[in-house]
């Protein structure tokens, strides 16, 4: 696996903010886990990142 300069960058558009790594997960609407997907999607040639 190689990271890429940016990569962090991508996963703050695409996730949430915790405050710490014990932290629970965010709660999700019915409809966000889809829209999560597209957005991962949708961003993931900018930050040349490929999913397999």
């Given amino acids: 696996m190689c990271t890429l300069a940016g990569q962090d960058e991508y996963f703050l558009r695409i996730g949430d903010a915790v405050a710490g790594a014990d932290a629970p997960?965010?709660?999700l609407s019915d409809d966000e886990p889809a829209q999560r997907r597209r957005r991962t999607a949708?961003?993931?040639p900018?930050?040349?990142s490929e999913f397999r």
Avoid: M
Wanted: net charge positive; proline share 22%.
């Fill in 46 to 48: 900018a930050y040349r």
């Fill in 25 to 27: 997960p965010p709660r």
């Fill in 42 to 44: 949708e961003l993931a």
